[in-house]
């Protein structure tokens, strides 16, 4: 089997054992479970976490100085999110956590944020099973999974941190 890239080019920089999960943050219940699952997985295997959050691309197309204003309050509010769950991620796995911010449509910004870091191995997103297949696993699942090269590991937004830490 191979280790390759979308692009078919080596995915280098990893360290054996020591395994980098992604994980897609919004601020939502499901997506602070799968924080702390990746957490308590990192911390379990010596391994590393890293946070995406994708900003939406700003629809406001009138007035050029009114569009640039809404998209750079909109990554400061991403900036700011992520280092609140930064914070949580440093208290669950000792370890400050790599921090990403991309703009774009979320699907093609998470296949971008895996192929640009080879060193990334899971890929970690929570649902909400009360919503069934989330929009967001349903995309993944559905159209990325023949791009992705890692392995999609999907959170159950409503597991507690005593099942995340037994399972972990």
């Known amino acids: 089997m191979s280790d390759t890239g979308t692009d ?8 054996a054992g020591q395994v980098k999960f992604l994980v897609c943050v ?12 990746a957490c ?3 911390k379990n295997t010596s391994g590393r976490v890293a946070l995406l959050h994708v900003v939406q691309p700003v629809a406001f197309r009138q007035w050029s100085g009114v569009e640039e204003m809404m998209r750079e309050e909109r990554r400061g509010e991403a900036e ?8 949580d991620v440093n208290a669950w796995a000792g370890v400050m956590p790599e921090l990403m911010v991309r703009e774009g449509r979320i699907g093609d910004e998470i296949l971008g944020a895996v192929d640009d870091d080879p060193t990334i191995d899971l890929l970690c997103v929570g649902s909400n099973p009360a919503e069934g ?6 995309f993944l699942a559905g159209h990325l999974a023949s791009r992705l090269t ?3 590991v999907v959170i159950p937004g409503t597991l507690t941190d005593e099942t995340i830490i037994n399972i972990t």
């Open 150 to 152: 890692i392995p999609l």
């Open 133 to 138: 297949r989330g929009k967001l696993v349903s």
């Open 80 to 87: 700011a999110l992520l280092n609140d769950i930064a914070a």
């Open 26 to 37: 919004d601020g939502s219940p499901p997506s602070k479970v799968a924080t702390h699952y």
């Open 8 to 15: 078919n080019r080596p995915r280098t920089g990893r360290v």
């Open 40 to 42: 308590r997985r990192a």
